[in-house]
């Protein structure tokens, strides 16, 4: 067959109002698309969006800008202090008026509302046990404020500067309870935590083993050691007699072996962070185990043995010691023992515990074992209940948030029934933004989810302390990051952004305290 090159060039060719019309259906098609095309997008996948550009932004109309917050006036009067010279031996038994560098009352004029406690209508003495304990306890025993929260607090992060704040303005030192396998351990600026790879952990958050008989430490987290260890015998007794006819008798725990299990916690002093925090005078190891064991400490090169007793529920063993440099604990002999966390304290004044918990919304608490943790509170002296959660729950964009208060409202409860009347202050989640088509927004529902823990809050007669509004609300955090003030995630503080919102609550706290007429 011949090809007929005439009508085949012609074949090839369009013509201009051939050309015209599928233009013209292609854009017709496109426009129907434009319109008809969800504005928020099509989920594909849990994380994944398909989305198609709007009309308003094909027509290229204006569309309402979101506020800008002007950070300078957010932040008015808000100082994060420098650690003056505070480097020389401190203890709070010891701390005199003239050591004190905070400020010891902060007016109310001083505090914007925006920056306010709120004070639950139904308990206006919602404080009061943390006003007494700050004011008058402080000064001759330790008195003990937990700070919960989620990865916005972990390596030591708020924590830090408010126990400066607080351990400057009411005596006291030390990092207060220090647990194994933390999140981001390696941030803390005070001290650094190492432990050998046979510790394992159970945590009421996360995706960690539970305890068991829901048996967690003041951290929420358990300690165990794993593998072979040697067993309690018997009680030696050896009586000798000095060349003067004295007799001395010597009793020695007798164990099945020699050491097996190889084990330690190392607690390292680091020179950055306040000088207060990496200073003690108090050791506590907090335990429970069912038989004697034997307990190695090593502390700036000085070895001390000695018998750990064995208790059935809680057990609390004591040293008074003082870490320059490095403190080695291990269990070199008998069954090894179930940890809930080293506390490093002064004699008095205030510890600030700082429990982060990365992943957490602040649910689990309900879950533990109140017997134990009532008795943890008491020993450990408790007066007070930081929670600060919510970043975690943002991204599980709802309609209202009901449930989340439900669930806050039953975690306040234990703290409650752990001690009636402690001081319990909820910190809602702090400003957060996404990136949609190349521009930060602040996530919608964080007012939904604050108004949620406020609510909890409040209604359980406890104090609320609005970060979100704190920071500056809508859009703060896009200022924060330029700033410098949160990391590029546009959700986790920087240290430097840590210390405002350390300062802020510092004066926010000290602003309802001075409200309460405590008998000295």
Known sequence: MKLDKDKY??????????????????NLLLGLIVYFFPKEG?????????????????????????????????????????????????????????SIIAKKTVKVDDIPAYRQIWMPDSNPKALQMLAKALQVESKQKVVRILHYGDSQIEGDRVTNYLRYRLQ?????TGAGILLPKEPATDSRRNILIKESENYKKYAIYGNKDKAPENKYGLGGTTYTITGPYTSFVRWDTTVTTDTLGNSNTKIQAIFSGEE???NYLDIKMRHMGYSRSRQHTRVRLLYQNTDISQIRLENDGNTLKEILPSTSVLGVSKWRLSTNKKLRISFPQGKTPTIY??????????????????????????????????????????????????????????????????????????????NPGISIIVIGPSDMSKNEDGEYASYENIPLIRDAMKKAALESGCCFWDLY???????????????????????HLTYKGAKYVGEMLFEAIQHRINQYNIVQ
């Open 341 to 418: 966390g080293v506390a490093l304290d002064g004699n008095s004044g205030v510890a600030v515990d700082n429990f982060g918990m990365r992943g957490s919304s602040g649910q689990g608490f309900s879950a533990m074992n109140l017997s134990l943790y009532s008795r943890l509170v008491k020993q450990l002296n408790v007066r007070a209940v930081i929670m600060q959660y919510g970043v975690n729950v943002v991204p599980n964009a709802l309609a209202n948030y009901d449930y989340y208060k439900r669930s806050m409202k039953s975690q306040i409860a234990i703290f409650k029934r752990a």
């Open 9 to 26: 060039l012609e074949s090839r060719n369009f013509k201009p109002h051939k050309t015209f019309l599928a233009l013209l259906l292609v």
């Open 42 to 98: 099509i989920p594909i996948s849990s994380y994944e969006k398909l989305k198609f550009v709007s009309i308003d932004e094909l027509l290229q109309k204006d569309t309402i800008e979101s506020p800008k917050v002007e950070l300078e006036k957010v932040l008015t009067g808000v100082k994060p202090l420098e650690q003056t010279d505070d480097t020389t031996a401190l203890d709070s038994s010891v701390v005199s008026n003239d």
């Open 168 to 172: 400057s303005t009411y005596g006291g």
């Open 469 to 491: 509004e704190a920071m500056g609300g809508e859009n703060a955090m896009i200022e924060w990051v330029d700033q410098g003030l949160a990391q590029k995630d546009y959700t």
């Open 260 to 262: 097996k299990n190889i």
